[in-house]
């Protein structure tokens, strides 16, 4: 008996970010496929997926956001039901890793978190991991299975070309983004900045002092990040551009997190805009003038095609996806 393989891509999706994978799904041209999700009522979560999927090439998005301990078991065990049911290859999706910060310990007696949800991951039974830019590099190798690394650049980057105009300032919002902001600069064949940040130990607030390198009077900055969660930070740094007489303050960043207070921060701070992808849902509360979203499907289905093919991810990104 003679058998001619086949391969059938199988794209399912946790409830945390619905409306990305039914972007994904339409740049794929695939239905998602049926999770049939539902919680008992101690609030257990239950999965059973609505048609067979031995055999197929499984990839399970879930976005690690609000609230996050929820939505990463909604990702277990939708890898476990699918490990159980047969599927031959099963791909975690994860537009925002979820307790990616918590990489290293930075203090006596802390956790790695960012290395236990890996180890989770592969215990519930993943054969390969998919993100988007990860807040650091390193992550990958808490991963015994393979992982590819998106980048998020090239959209942010068309935006600023494309609305904001290519004669700009680059500025990293700290030290530890320098790296970042140096490859947007690169890019856009502009200038860099950097803001001088200090967190208080007692308070964790923060205070921008200063700004490094380039002169940023009358000149309209683009400050660069991986995400903006309490907004802080990218505040702090509007202020003190503005301080130094920028003309405008643009904020850039993969993952638009904006937990309290960030709104009324962005609101009352000397932002222009802030421009974020949908790797993170926009709650309706956080809808205002200064925020916008762009898209991340295409770049994702374009990564899970490729992964699906077995053919380069990185080739996508001119191999600038891995650190």
Request: charged share 25%; net charge negative.
């Amino acid at each position: 008996m003679e058998l001619i393989p086949k391969k059938r891509l199988l794209l399912l999706s946790g409830r945390s970010n619905l409306p990305l994978a039914r972007d994904i799904a339409a740049h794929l041209g695939v239905e998602l496929g049926e999770t049939n999700l539902s919680e008992f009522a101690d609030g257990e979560i239950h999965c059973r997926f609505g048609e067979s999927i031995r055999g197929s090439d499984c990839f399970i998005i879930q976005t690690h956001c609000r609230p996050v301990n929820k939505w990463i078991m909604e990702q277990l065990i939708m890898i476990d039901a699918a490990k159980r049911a047969s599927a031959k290859r099963i791909t975690a999706v994860c537009p925002y890793y979820g307790y990616a910060r918590q990489d290293r310990k930075s203090s006596g007696r802390e956790p790695i978190t960012a290395k236990l949800v890996a180890d989770m991951l592969t215990a519930a039974g993943v054969d390969r991991v998919v993100s988007v830019d990860l807040h650091s590099g390193q992550i990958q190798g808490f991963f015994d299975v393979p992982v590819d690394h998106l980048a998020a650049m090239p959209i942010l980057l068309d935006y600023v070309q494309r609305e904001i105009g290519p004669e700009v300032v680059v500025v990293s919002p700290d030290a530890g983004r320098a790296k970042l902001a140096d490859r947007f600069a690169l890019h856009l064949n502009a200038e860099l900045a950097i803001v001088d940040k200090r967190r208080s130990a007692e308070t964790g607030e923060v205070r921008a002092l200063g700004v490094i390198g380039e002169d940023v009077s009358g000149r309209v900055c683009v400050l660069v990040d991986d995400q903006v969660n309490t907004a802080g930070t990218i505040c702090a740094a509007a202020d003190q551009l503005a301080a130094h007489g920028a003309a405008e303050v643009y904020v850039v960043a993969t993952h638009g997190i904006f937990a309290d207070p960030a709104i009324d921060r962005i609101k009352n701070s000397a932002i222009t805009k802030v421009i974020v992808t949908d790797t993170v849902p926009l709650a309706p509360d956080c809808e205002i003038d200064k925020i916008e979203v762009l898209s991340v499907a295409g770049i994702i289905g374009d990564a899970l095609k490729a992964v699906f093919e077995d053919t380069s991810v990185s080739e996508i990104f001119g191999g600038e996806n891995q650190s």
